[in-house]
């Protein structure tokens, strides 16, 4: 007659509880890592934005220049020569989301007033009829900073 083991190997299902724990804190690990970084990456994207808008004034101040061979000294009247001739785009404030046009009521872009503005506004500023500089603010109403220097967009 054969003999049997009572040496039978039960077989293991799922997990312990310690392999359980090292998957979660590996998990809240990677998490607080990447949710830092994904908030930087909003906001960064809302500043480039502001930047792309800083570039769809630009193209009207200089489609303005063109028809009057100077360029406005504020922005209303930069918004009433465009919707003469439908040039003024609808564009939208990354950081209030409201849209509109350039002009009143003011949305998007307004006359540069100094180092402090409103969050996501293009701020445009006449300096001579053939000169002028763009500014963007970001979230946190300062001017948006590109190395370490204010980032402009002007014509010279």
Do not use: C, H
């Not at 809302?46 to 063109?66: A, F, G, I, P, S």
């Not at 009057?68 to 785009?89: C, D, F, H, I, M």
């Not at 949305?107 to 002028?132: C, D, L, N, R, S």
């Amino acid at each position: 007659m054969k003999q049997y083991s009572m040496n039978v190997k039960l077989k293991k299902n799922g997990f312990t509880v310690l392999e359980a724990l090292t998957i979660v804190l590996i998990i809240t690990i990677l998490a607080l890592i990447a949710i830092p970084n994904f908030i930087k990456f909003k906001e960064r994207a809302k500043d480039e934005n502001v930047v792309t808008n800083m570039t769809v004034l630009r193209v009207m101040l200089e489609v303005y220049r063109t028809d009057w061979q100077r360029y406005p000294t504020n922005l209303l009247e930069l918004g009433v020569e465009a919707n003469k001739k439908s040039y003024n785009k609808q564009v939208r404030n990354p950081y209030s989301n409201m849209i509109g046009n350039v002009g009143m009521p003011a949305t998007w872009a307004m006359e540069f007033i100094g180092e402090i503005g409103q969050p996501g506004f293009v701020a445009y500023q006449y300096i001579e009829p053939v000169k002028y500089y763009l500014f963007g603010y970001d979230a946190e109403s300062r001017l948006i900073k590109r190395n370490g220097k204010v980032f402009i967009l002007s014509n010279g």
